[in-house]
């Protein structure tokens, strides 16, 4: 094919430039002599759609192959959400005070705690029951994972988690969340400055885990915890569940997962005799 024959029928208007010329024309590759004296050139082709390359994909009647424009749209996309979330969550506050088994929400895992709880859809290893139950399911091999906080204030906190995956497709786990409130000095209205006797508190959570991968993208988890509180004599138990899944973009190496967490009916501590902390 001759230089002349690729340009045949363009027009050219001889007022332009010769930088817009060479625009219009398009950037030609660099020539190969053939045998038989001629030059054959490369001719890159970009297609814009599939209505516009039908016309524009072919030079004299001769369909040439187009290079196709990635787009990533799926990480535009996930992006844009992830700062939509990412604003709502810090405008979200909780009703201090007015729900149960508060100690749920004092997050587990150094990782998860140094990215300030975004890990719902990072959620793996043993702890992931926590976090999410659907992570369980990308369990390489059997984990086990064990933590000792001192809180604020004289709590200390202590979680134990183990999971082992059985088959290719399921993993199960268990784990217990404990938060020790350390002790207190009895004191009544009649004595205020105490009557000699102490008592503790404490909170405690086991939780049962299961999960599933159910193609190379996809895993769906479940956990049901049994949760108790006991302060002296008053105790509170309930159950709750967790509910879980994570899409994983392999091509794109995003995650994205989804939690429904510790659903389950009211709790209410057991009546007593009423008493006054210091």
Request: proline share 4%.
């Amino acid at each position: 094919m001759h230089d002349q024959d690729l340009h045949a029928g363009r027009y050219l208007d001889q007022n332009h430039s010769a930088q817009q010329q060479r625009r219009r024309r398009g950037d030609l590759g660099p020539g190969h002599r053939r045998e038989s004296g001629d030059f054959v050139r490369c001719v890159p082709v970009h297609r814009l759609d599939a209505v516009g390359a039908k016309e524009s994909g072919k030079i004299r009647g001769h369909s040439l192959r187009g290079i196709p424009v990635r787009r990533n749209w799926i990480v535009a996309a996930v992006a844009v959400l992830s700062f939509a979330v990412a604003g709502i969550a810090q405008g979200t506050t909780y009703r201090k005070g007015t729900t149960a088994a508060a100690f749920l929400k004092i997050e587990v895992d150094p990782r998860a705690v140094g990215m300030g709880g975004a890990y719902v859809s990072l959620a793996s290893g043993a702890s992931a029951g926590f976090w999410n139950p659907s992570g369980l399911a990308f369990l390489p091999a059997p984990q086990m994972s064990f933590q000792s906080s001192q809180l604020y204030a004289g709590l200390r906190q202590t979680f134990l988690a183990a999971g082992s995956s059985f088959g290719p497709r399921l993993a199960v786990g268990l784990y217990v969340n404990h938060l020790n409130l350390g002790g207190f000095e009895e004191t009544t209205l009649e004595k205020p400055d105490g009557t000699g006797r102490s008592f503790t508190a404490r909170n405690v959570a086991v939780a049962g885990v299961v999960a599933s991968q159910l193609t190379d993208h996809v895993a769906v988890g479940a956990s049901l915890k049994f949760v108790e509180e006991r302060i002296w004599y008053e105790t509170s138990r309930n159950v709750a569940v967790d509910l879980g899944t994570t899409y994983r973009f392999t091509d794109v190496g995003i995650r994205v997962g989804m939690l429904l967490s510790n659903l389950g009916p009211n709790s209410v501590m057991d009546q007593g005799s009423q008493l006054l902390f210091r």
